[in-house]
């Protein structure tokens, strides 16, 4: 646990020298903070309900931007075959990764919080619980698409072509909520499980559900892994 601490903080410190993420961040806050005054100011409306579900779909394309270079980068630079001879277990390597975007993507929504003291300014019969839930859900869809993107970007040399990947597999779970009413009763219970917004309502509705919590690190777990092996893969054919 310590080597993936070390590795995931080194991997932070790069990510903040680097003016892309501050070019992302920026774009990230400056979408949601448009989002949020346009609902509070043109609508009327002093709730947070409907920036949350804003920022999920902002989430399909700002996080493949922090992850599409994670492992692809490293192997097409060739260091990532430097990484792989190291005393270091390769899982380890891709945890770290996993965490560092993981922890970019919880300081992305920690700047999101002005919108509560905002909130309380404006708004009346605030229910902070159902707040804290929704950006609970929201860190951890986030934890799912991180780890959607590790992926993609195990599979990739081209950081683009990683981005893409990890953009459709994403939008594969998001969009999944707007078939349902097409899929047959006898099946539709299965498609609404594999559906993102599904659970996540849950955590809007200020709702705490041990399936919802078991999907999304299910999702987390089985991503990670599968960025795992296909490292291994790609490491035995590099021997061969």
């Known amino acids: 646990m310590h080597t993936i601490i070390t590795i995931a903080r080194k ?7 680097s003016i892309a993420y501050y070019f992302i961040f920026a774009i990230f806050l400056a979408t949601t903070g448009a989002i949020f005054s346009s609902t509070l100011f043109k609508l009327g409306k002093a709730e947070l309900r409907s920036l ?3 920022i999920h779909l902002i989430f399909l394309f700002y996080i493949p931007a922090l992850t599409m270079g994670s492992l692809a980068r490293e192997k097409s630079t060739g260091t990532f075959e430097i990484l792989s001879v190291a005393p270091i277990r390769l899982s380890s390597i891709v945890w770290a990764k996993f965490l560092a975007v993981w922890s970019l993507v919880f ?10 003291f905002i909130l309380m300014l404006f708004g009346t019969g605030i229910d902070y619980g159902a707040i804290l839930c929704g950006y609970l ?8 698409y991180t780890a959607i993107g590790i992926f993609a970007s195990s599979i990739q040399t081209n950081q ?19 078939i349902l009413p097409l899929i047959p009763q006898s099946v539709k219970g ?15 509705k200020g709702v705490i559900d041990t399936r919802d919590l078991v ?13 795992e092996l296909n490292l291994k893969s790609h490491n035995t054919m590099v021997e061969r």
Do not use: K, P
């Open 160 to 178: 683009i072509l990683a981005f893409i990947i990890a953009l459709l597999l994403g939008a594969v779970l998001y969009l999944v909520q707007y």
């Open 190 to 204: 299965i498609f609404q499980f594999i559906s993102m917004d599904f659970h996540y309502q849950s955590f809007l």
């Open 52 to 54: 949350f579900s804003i």
């Open 107 to 116: 300081m992305a929504l920690l700047f999101t919080f002005i919108n509560i």
């Open 137 to 144: 859900g929201l860190f951890l869809v986030g934890g799912v």
């Open 215 to 227: 999907f999304m690190f299910s999702l987390i777990v089985g991503f990670i892994i599968l960025a």
């Open 11 to 17: 991997e932070l410190s790069i990510a903040w020298r």
